[in-house]
């Protein structure tokens, strides 16, 4: 099908995009980027840490990207030089992929009254408060129709056994989107998050118990199926293209229907 995409029909042609997040070929962030670079945008990556980069390098490759840069984005400073790196090299940036989540170990299992100050404060900033500090910096770069994207997840709206702090981070996320989304309307930057089901990933497999979540959830879906990384792909290439131009500060989910549902008939009562 990609293949009968002509260059005309391309949704993204001549569109230049930064990502954040992508660890390794599972990331929801890799699912994206190559939803975007199949339709013709430009795609660029940055990575949190050192170890990662030999990492993001082949996967760079396969989207004829040479953009790769270093980016704690609990760093101003490093936020500052990546941005300035981007403008060099892009000139303009029109879609902006935030796909960026961390919280301690121990803040994704047990007692939820025990979460830590530190803890909380370390989830909130890596996890919601740098959609802020991105979408300031990218914002000098972004024409008017640009396009500001965050992964979410259920856990923000509705409770989610050991969650926890990272629940709190979502939902301020979340909120974070719909306030960025109705100040930066003004210059035309649309700013929307995707609710995605669960998925294994890097940041998944450290999660005791995921697979238990992924065939419960598989099992109680609509579709009877888990999504994937193309499934959000997919939805992130209408967020990134024109075909979204009137949609903004939305959620939409990307889970086979999950967030629908009341009662599971599967469930035994
Ligand atoms: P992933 O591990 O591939 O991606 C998480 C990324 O966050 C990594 O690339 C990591 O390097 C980056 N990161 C962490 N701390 C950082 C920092 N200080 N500075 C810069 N980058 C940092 O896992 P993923 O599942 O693809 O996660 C991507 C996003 O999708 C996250 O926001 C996650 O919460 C969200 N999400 C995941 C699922 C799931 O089930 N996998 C479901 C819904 C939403
Ligand atoms: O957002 C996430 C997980 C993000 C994440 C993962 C880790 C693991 C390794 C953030 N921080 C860390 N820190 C680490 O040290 N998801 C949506 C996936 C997820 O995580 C859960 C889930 C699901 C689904 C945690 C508990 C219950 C369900």
Redesign the pocket.
């Known amino acids: 099908m990609a293949e009968q995409i002509g260059e005309r029909m391309k949704l993204l042609e001549g569109k230049k995009a930064l990502i954040f997040g992508v660890a390794n070929q599972r990331s929801i962030g890799w699912g994206i980027a190559q939803q975007l670079h199949e339709h013709g945008a430009e795609v660029g990556y940055s990575y949190a840490m050192e170890a990662l980069e030999k990492r993001i390098y082949p996967l760079a490759e396969q989207t004829n990207s040479t953009f790769v840069e270093k980016c704690d984005v609990t760093s101003d400073e490093e936020i500052d030089e990546v941005f300035a790196k981007a403008k060099d090299h892009f000139g303009q940036i029109d879609i902006l992929v935030h796909s960026v ?5 121990e ?3 047990g007692r939820f009254h025990l979460s830590s100050r530190d803890g909380f404060a370390l ?1 909130m900033d890596i ?1 919601a408060y740098s959609l802020i500090a991105l979408s300031r910096a990218a914002l000098p770069m972004m024409p008017p129709g640009s396009s500001i994207m965050a ?5 923000a709206e509705k409770v ?5 702090t ?1 629940a709190i981070a ?1 939902s301020a996320l979340e909120s974070v989107t719909r306030y960025l989304a109705a100040d930066l309307g003004q210059e035309g930057i649309r700013v929307n998050s995707i609710s ?4 294994k ?7 005791s ?2 697979r238990k ?1 992924l065939s419960y ?1 598989g099992e109680r879906t609509p579709l009877k199926r888990n999504v994937d990384q193309t499934d959000v792909g997919k939805t992130a290439l209408y967020l990134a293209s024109d075909l979204s131009s009137g949609v903004t500060g939305e959620n939409i989910y990307v889970d086979a229907g999950f967030n629908i549902m009341g009662m599971h008939k599967e469930d035994d009562m």
Request: charged share 10%; proline share 5%; glycine share 10%.
């Open positions: 989540a961390f919280a301690k170990q803040d994704l299992q989830a996890s992964m979410s997840y259920y856990g989610v056994p050991n969650y926890n990272m979502k995605a089901g669960p998925i990933t890097l940041a998944a497999a450290g999660i118990g995921f979540t959830v």
